[in-house]
């Protein structure tokens, strides 16, 4: 079993349009957790830390349930610019924190006029 | 990225030949990770290194692949006797800590 788990998509959307992308993890010792994105196999670039107590920043919401380990992204009025891979990404690691980040395959999401 | 700089950036190389990659934090980040992304697949952690010791080496290949980050310098990633399979994008991230990582821009390793 992989230690994070995405679909791979693609997701294809319209403009406006909700989109939802979740991702598993196997650790169940992880401590932090990111969505990262990545266009055009760029550098990653973080969106957003993902708190237990859930995280909005815009159009942008993260979730985390740690029972399930399983994390979310919300995005809300998907706009063009948003087409990218969205990768999951978790730290394993609690007090001996190395900053290692495990990275899923990525989510690849289209959004069209 | 934070100013946090890779040269080459793209770099050709034929089998049996040496690739060594560059990564050149800011000043005063001394944290640098080293990842790699084979075509269609996310990244994979391959080594930690603070200045001039390697602290996490577990996702590096065991033969081949080295990486150092000296007192002075840029930290290097260096392939000795590349084959097809080691093409793929490599990216370090550098940070001052390990909770702030920021990525540079990539090599895109292409072996012919």
């Known amino acids: 079993r992989k230690e994070v788990e995405q679909d791979p998509g693609p997701f294809n959307v319209p403009e406006g349009a909700t989109v939802a992308f979740n991702c598993t993890y196997s650790n169940s010792a992880s401590q932090s957790f990111f969505w990262y994105r990545q266009d055009c196999r760029k550098e990653p670039k973080l969106l957003m830390s993902?708190?237990?107590s859930g995280n909005e920043d815009g159009r942008f919401t993260a979730q985390l349930n740690r029972a399930s380990q399983y994390i979310s992204l919300l995005i809300r009025d998907s706009k063009l610019s948003d087409s990218a891979t969205y990768l999951c990404?978790?730290?394993?690691?609690?007090?001996?924190?190395?900053?290692?980040?495990?990275f899923g395959q990525g989510t690849t999401l289209q959004v069209k006029p | 990225n934070a100013g946090v700089m890779q040269n080459p950036r793209h770099l050709v190389r034929r089998r049996g030949q040496e690739a060594r990659l560059r990564c050149s934090p800011m000043k005063g980040h001394s944290h640098v990770y080293w990842y790699r992304q084979l075509p269609e697949e996310g990244l994979k952690f391959m080594v930690y290194?603070?200045?001039?010791?390697?602290?996490?080496e577990s996702g590096m290949p065991k033969e081949r692949f080295s990486a150092e980050f000296p007192k002075e310098g840029p930290s290097i990633l260096r392939i000795q006797q590349v084959v097809r399979g080691d093409s793929a994008a490599y990216f370090c991230?550098?940070?001052?800590?390990?909770?702030?990582?920021?990525f540079g821009p990539g090599t895109r390793l292409t072996v012919t």
């Open positions: 290194l603070q200045k001039e010791n390697i602290i996490d």
């Open positions: 990404v978790v730290n394993p690691q609690g007090s001996s924190n190395t900053g290692k980040l495990i």
């Open positions: 991230s550098a940070g001052q800590d390990p909770y702030e990582q920021y």
């Open positions: 993902v708190y237990s």
